[in-house]
């Protein structure tokens, strides 16, 4: 593993009613996908879940937005990601609900099964199968994606590369303003992590210890498909819900409200 990173980005929001370290709502703590960072949560779900009365944050993997440790990003690996997780968690007055999406599922998964964690969430999470068998669907259906993805470079974004990926994430009537100011979090992702979800490390690993858990994937999401969220939520012995259309970036969708309500409900069960 590498050293520990000191430079985390985290956004929050602070409930308009704080509850305080032992109050009744538990913070809640946000983990963004590849090629993005904390701000995926910004516009919509830090906002929303403060105005239900939770304390939400949202971190940026180092390597990954404003966070140190783009340097080494490439030899970074889902270790080093929870290793970022932890340490945000550590500074939290109480402990958090872990909600990872895509890749952040992933880390959150990690965690789930190496270190004590209240309750988490799965978001369009990385099937069982790992990448591999994504990449191979993909290839089938798109092979003009996997192709723009392999040279794949934020500081060289043309149009057809934009038009390429677009429909992979968003759905069809994302608003420009969000699908613009998405582009500019556009990063790279570290090899080594792509590696560790293709072979699917954070499987071989022991029970999770009965955290409760909530799996939910988007019918529209052309990444991890309904069935293979599925796959995921049968693995961990839980039903997943999968809500109808929406796309893999569900958080900036502009029916974003049905996966964060969908969410608070889970929340309001714990």
Known sequence: ????????????????????????????????????????????????????????????????????????????????????????????????VLIGHSMGAAVVERMLATRPVRAAALIAPVPPAGLMTVAARLASERPDYLLQLSQFDPSRLSSHVLETLRPLYFGDDVDPAILAEATRHLCVESPRALLDLSLRLHWQLPERGGAPLYVLGAGGDRICTPGEVGMTAQHHGVDAAILPGLSHMMMLDRQWQAPAKALLGWLASL
Not at 5 to 23: H, I, Q
Request: hydrophobic share 40%.
């Open 1 to 96: 593993m590498l050293p520990a990173e000191p430079r985390l980005e985290v956004r929050s929001r602070a409930p308009a009613r704080p509850n305080g370290a032992n109050g009744r709502k538990p913070p809640l703590l946000f983990v963004h996908g590849g090629y993005c960072d904390a701000w995926c949560w910004e516009p919509y779900f830090l906002p929303f879940f403060a105005g239900k009365g939770y304390a939400a944050h949202a971190i940026s993997l180092r390597g990954h937005g404003a966070s140190g440790g783009h340097s080494t990003l490439f030899i970074a690996g889902l270790d080093d990601y929870a290793a970022d997780l932890e340490a945000v968690v550590a500074r939290l007055p109480a402990p958090p």
